[in-house]
C-alpha cells in the first residue's frame, strides 16, 4: 500500500497541499476526487516523484519515497504501471510496439519472452488481433486499452491512471472502468486513479479520498459515500438532482443489507466529528 503523511505542497506563495494524510489499499482501486485547483492532480504527481513535497512523507510498502536516494527511487519507480490521460502512445509504433516498449527498456528477458508478455497483456485487454494496427488506425477506447496493457506488462505492483475516461462514451467508459478493476484485483495491484468521472466513483470507488482547497475533506468507500452528510462533498458528488435522486435510490437498496449497518454507524459518527 502506499501511505500519505502530512504532506505539503506548495508554489511561491499559494499552499497546494496543506497536510494530507492518506491510504492508498492494496488489492483495490483508490480514486483521489475533488473540483478544479483542490490539489489532487499536484497529490498524485508527489506520490509518483514529478513533484517533490515540501514536507511530510510518501510510503510505499513502509519504505519512505521522500527519503530515498536516486537509485532506490527508481527502483520503486520501476514497479509502478501508469495510464495517461491522453493514452500517450507512439504514433510511428504499432499496438504491439507500444506495449513492447517499456520492456524494451527495463527487462533482461529474451525477444521471445518479450514477445510472449505482450502477447498475454494484448489478449487480456481483448486486443490481441489489433497488434500491427497503429494509434491512428483504432478508437479512442481501443487506445486506452493499448495504455492499459503498456502499464501492466511489467507487472507492476502499483497503477496510477490519470483521468481514464476522459473523451470516451458512457459505455465504454463503463468498460474502462470494469477492466482496471479486474486487473486490480486479479493481481494485487495498488491503483491509484485521478478522476471526475461520477460513474467511476459510484463503481469503482472501493477506497475514496475527496479533496477540498488543499486538504483532504473526506475519505470512505463508494457505499458510505451516499450515507455521507459532508456538505462540500454532497455538493460536489450530487451536484444534479438526477443524481440526487439516484443517490437516494442506492440508499434505499443498501438499507435492505443488513451488513451495511454498523459499517454505516461508523461513518455517521465519523462525519460527525467533522
Sequence with gaps: MIELKDITKGFGDKEILKGVSATMESGKVNLIIGASGSGKTVMMKCIVGLMKVDSGSILYDNQDFTAMDHRAKKEIRQQIGMLFQGSALFDSMT??????????????????????RVDECL????????????????????KKRVGIARA????????FCDEPNSGLDPQTSLLIDQLIKELTQEYNITTVINTHDMNTVMESGDHIVYMYQGQKQWEGSNKEIVFSKDQQLNDFIFASEFLRDAKEMRQLDMFKDSKWKDQLEEQLKRDGKK
Design 95 to 116: 499496438v504491439e510496439q507500444n506495449v513492447m516498449f517499456p520492456l524494451e527498456m527495463f527487462s533482461k528477458d529474451s525477444l521471445k519472452e518479450r514477445k510472449k
Design 123 to 142: 489478449e487480456r485487454v481483448q486486443l490481441k488481433d489489433a497488434a500491427k494496427k497503429f494509434p491512428a488506425e483504432i478508437s479512442g477506447g481501443m
Design 152 to 159: 501492466i506488462v511489467l507487472n507492476p505492483k502499483y497503477l
